[in-house]
């Protein structure tokens, strides 16, 4: 029910206002490719892409960007409110804010050296939250690939999918708190995870030190490159040299299906960014709002 041609007659410089915006916050924020798609990603795993994650607090609404899982990791809102001014100045209650996620995220991946796709689009904004739903919809890095793939499989995607939009985390930063379980004592084993390169292992380490206060120290998710948008991220798997446990796991676990396209993607640049585009498009796509239901909210922030 999105297309690509949604907003040509209503709004048909969208795209050229949102680049501006994004180009000029790139300037002073390397991450903010990376903190834009994680909105998106949190916002469409949790009731669809309906811009849910980007409400505050209010009479009514308990906000998700609240919710465990989001507080103090998810970042960006002041882009996305600054691409909202820009685009109400020109064609005034007609983009989403959900939209506004699924465009500027294409704008980032590509203007970091990514592919680019056709966004579809016409998603509305909801007049609710659930943060209720945020612990039980959002993969978290402590996971197994089993409970992951499960995840992914609840909003209908697959394993391709999975490994493809994994490949995000060829950019943007991670704190220690997500992955120091790993570096000392990996599952109760008095062991680090063993499934983790020694000498990276010992770079963490010194980053990330056992019982430290370094919780919110952040560290590149893809080591060798970690600004630009490429498939170093899958090479790192092959090379025990993952992040998080969920990265590595994609590639470590025996026997699963996600470890050959690991594999493709890590020998072909252009199988990854062909994929990837297509799996940004399938997740676009997760239950969006549209025809009459929600609203095209005037403040990202705040229901109309
Ligand atoms: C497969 C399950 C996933 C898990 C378990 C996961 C987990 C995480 C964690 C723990 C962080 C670091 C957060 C922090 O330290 O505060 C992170 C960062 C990030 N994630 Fe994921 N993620 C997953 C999938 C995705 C997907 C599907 C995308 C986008 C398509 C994505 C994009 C990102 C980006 C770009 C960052 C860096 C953000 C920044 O620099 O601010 N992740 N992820
Ligand atoms: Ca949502």
């Not at 994650?53 to 209010?58: I, K, M, P, V």
Request: hydrophobic content about 35%; charged content about 20%; some cysteine.
């Amino acid at each position: 029910q999105l297309s690509t041609t949604f907003y040509d007659y209503t709004c048909s410089n969208v795209s050229s206002v949102v680049r501006g915006v994004v180009e000029r916050a790139a300037q002073n924020d390397v991450r903010i490719g990376a903190k834009l798609i994680r909105l998106h990603f949190h916002d469409c795993f949790v009731d669809g892409c309906d811009g849910s994650l980007l409400l505050d607090d209010a009479d009514g609404i308990e906000s998700e960007k609240s919710a465990g899982p989001n507080a103090g990791s998810v970042d960006g809102f002041e882009v996305v409110d600054e691409i909202k001014t820009a685009l109400e100045n020109v064609c005034p209650g007609v983009v989403s804010c959900a939209d506004i996620l699924a465009i500027s995220s294409q704008i980032l991946v590509s203007l970091a050296g990514g592919p680019t796709w056709q966004v579809q689009l016409g998603r509305r904004d909801s007049r609710t939250a659930n943060q209720a739903g945020v612990i039980g919809a959002l993969p978290n890095a402590l996971e197994t690939l089993e409970q992951i793939t499960e995840k992914f499989n609840n909003v209908g995607l697959d394993s391709t999918d999975l490994v493809a939009l994994s490949g995000a985390h060829t950019f943007g930063r991670a704190r220690c708190a997500a992955f120091s379980h790993r570096l000392y004592n990996f599952n109760s084993s008095g062991n680090p995870d063993p499934n983790l390169d020694t000498t990276y292992l010992e770079t963490l380490r010194q980053t990330c030190p056992q019982g430290g206060s370094n919780d919110n120290t952040l560290n590149n998710l893809d080591r060798s490159s970690p600004d630009d948008f490429d498939n170093d991220y899958f090479t790192n798997l092959q090379n025990k040299q993952g992040l998080l446990q969920t990265d590595q796991e994609l590639f470590s676990t025996s026997g699963a299906n996600t470890v050959g396209i690991v594999n493709r993607f890590a020998d072909s640049q252009s199988d990854f960014f062909d994929s990837f585009a297509q799996s940004m498009i399938n997740m676009g796509n997760i239950r969006p709002l549209t025809g009459n239901n929600g609203e095209i909210r005037l403040d990202c922030k705040r229901v109309n």
